[in-house]
């Protein structure tokens, strides 16, 4: 998995693939494949304050077991987008981790006993790679999105893993914005090598 994801592939469900250009917002844009490079990676002061924030709230990661509740959390986060609204929570995760074509883990989050987000990882030999993520839309406060991408990189750097897969984002504005806003971010430049990801 390692050598496929430093290529620029990315997987959901069974399917794996790359591109390098997509549509959005009835554009044509260039595709960044975005990592993090861990041993040069510190949290940033609102990262840090998303993750006090959330302190009361209980974490498990354990091995990949889509439950009923996970899609009935799945229903409720497919309504945030008016655009390319995903269709069920299997196109992204197998249900099972014997299905799975890689190792994939499941974090969730629960408060008070509640499922209010999860999210879905893989793990290679040296890195991890981050597949999917859905939180209860009613509870917006809590930046519960970002909070579990910060438990995966989390997670990752208790293994002394070396590199974090963010996935795809576009060079230019969009809803994956989000994923340039981690320190030692690197893009893939299409041609064989990680380069420096600059935010301006």
């Known amino acids: 998995m ?3 994801w430093a290529a620029g592939w990315r997987h959901f469900g069974h399917h794996f693939f790359r591109y390098n250009f997509g549509i959005h917002a009835g554009r044509v844009m260039r595709v ?14 609102s990262q840090r304050r998303n993750l006090r924030r959330n302190t009361a709230l209980d ?3 354990g091995q990949l077991g889509v439950t009923e509740e996970s899609r009935s959390l799945f229903e409720r986060h497919r309504l945030r987008f008016a655009e390319g609204r995903p269709d069920r929570l299997e196109d992204f995760v197998p249900a099972t981790a014997v ?8 974090l969730s989050v629960r408060e008070t006993g509640r499922l ?29 999105g970002i909070y579990t991408l ?3 990189i989390e997670h990752s750097l208790d293994l002394g893993l070396d590199h974090f897969y963010l996935g795809y984002a576009y060079d ?9 806003r981690f320190q030692a971010t690197e893009h893939f430049d299409w041609k064989g090598i990680w380069r420096e990801f600059r935010n301006e």
């Open 2 to 4: 390692d050598a496929l």
């Open 32 to 45: 960044l494949p975005l990592r993090i490079d861990l041993k040069r990676f510190t949290f940033s002061k």
């Open 59 to 61: 974490i498990t990661i």
């Open 99 to 106: 299905a799975s074509p890689c190792e994939t883990l499941q």
């Open 116 to 144: 209010v987000a999860e999210s879905y990882f893989d793990l290679g030999e040296r890195s991890a790679s981050s597949v999917f993520a859905m939180f209860d839309p009613a509870i917006t406060a809590a930046g519960l």
């Open 150 to 152: 910060l438990k995966e």
């Open 172 to 180: 230019g504005e969009s809803f994956y914005d989000y994923k340039k």
